[in-house]
C-alpha cells in the first residue's frame, strides 16, 4: 500500500498526559500537513511542512502542540498534557508541489488517529 | 479572509438519480482551487474532483462534475446516478494561490442513497 499511513488508528489517554502520532506521506510527495476533525466538523488546518521546513501553524496549535518533520519524510505530532478539549480525530495527508505550484494542491489523506481524553 | 459554506447538513437521494450538493465560498484572491472530498464512515478522506479558478471549463471525473458559477461564487458537486455506496459526508474545501498553504473545509453536507 503506498497510501497515506499514520499510527496509532486510536489513542485512548488520560488528561495530562502526552501524546505522539506518526504519519508516513506518500514517498515521493514533499508537502504535509496536519488537521484536526471534531465530530460534525470539516477538517481544521494545524499545520504545514514543505520537505522538512514547518512553514506554516494555525492559531489552533497551542504551545502544547509540536509537530516535526525531521528529514522530510514520516512527522509526528505531539500534544502535551492533553485536555478533554484535545479529543478529536488527527488527519495527515501529503501532497506533491508540482510545476504549476499555486492553489492546485491535491491532498491525499491517512486513515486518521482518533484521539479520546479521558 | 477564505470561507467555505455548505448549508445542506443532509440530503437523501434515490439510488440510481443525480444529486447536487451546495458549496458556497468566499476569497478575495483571483487564484485559488476548490476541491471536494469525500469520507465515508471509516474515516479516510477521499479526494474527489478539483476546479481552478482559472479553468475555463467545469471539472469532470467519472460520475461527478463540479458545477462551477464563479461569478456567484459557487462550486456544487453533481453526482450522477448514485449508488449506495455514495452514502458518506461530502466536504468542499478551498486552498487560495497567493503563497498560503492553508486549506480551509466546509462543516460537510452528508448523502444518503437509498435503495
Known amino acids: 500500500d503506498t497510501g497515506v499511513s499514520q499510527d496509532p488508528r486510536h489513542k485512548i489517554t488520560k488528561r495530562g498526559q502526552n501524546v505522539t502520532f506518526r504519519c508516513d506521506p506518500i514517498?515521493?510527495?514533499?508537502?504535509l500537513y496536519w488537521y484536526r476533525q471534531t465530530l460534525g466538523q470539516g477538517p481544521e488546518f494545524l499545520t504545514y511542512f514543505q520537505n522538512e521546513a514547518q512553514l506554516e501553524k494555525s492559531r489552533l496549535l497551542s504551545d502544547r502542540f509540536s509537530a516535526e518533520r525531521p528529514k522530510g519524510s514520516f512527522s509526528t505530532l505531539e500534544i502535551q498534557r492533553t485536555e478533554q478539549g484535545d479529543s478529536a480525530m488527527y488527519l495527515c495527508a501529503s501532497s506533491l508541489r508540482g510545476a504549476s505550484g499555486g492553489a492546485r494542491d491535491t491532498q491525499y489523506f491517512g486513515p486518521g488517529t482518533r484521539l479520546t481524553v479521558l | 479572509a477564505q470561507k467555505i459554506t455548505q448549508t445542506q447538513p443532509g440530503m437523501f437521494v434515490q439510488e440510481k438519480e443525480a444529486v447536487t450538493l451546495d458549496c458556497t465560498y468566499d476569497?478575495?484572491?483571483?487564484?485559488?482551487?476548490l476541491f471536494w472530498y469525500k469520507q465515508p464512515s471509516s474515516g479516510e478522506m477521499i479526494f474527489l474532483i478539483y476546479?481552478?479558478?482559472?479553468?475555463?471549463q467545469n471539472a469532470t471525473e467519472g460520475r461527478y462534475s463540479l458545477n462551477f458559477q464563479k461569478a456567484r461564487k459557487s462550486a456544487n458537486l453533481v453526482i450522477s446516478a448514485s449508488q449506495l455506496g455514495d452514502s458518506a459526508m461530502y466536504f468542499c474545501a478551498m486552498r487560495e494561490g497567493g503563497g498560503g498553504f492553508k486549506t480551509i473545509f466546509g462543516a460537510g453536507t452528508r448523502l444518503f442513497v437509498k435503495a
Open positions: 476546479q481552478g479558478s482559472y479553468d475555463q
Open positions: 514517498s515521493e510527495h514533499n508537502r
Open positions: 476569497t478575495s484572491d483571483p487564484s485559488y482551487g
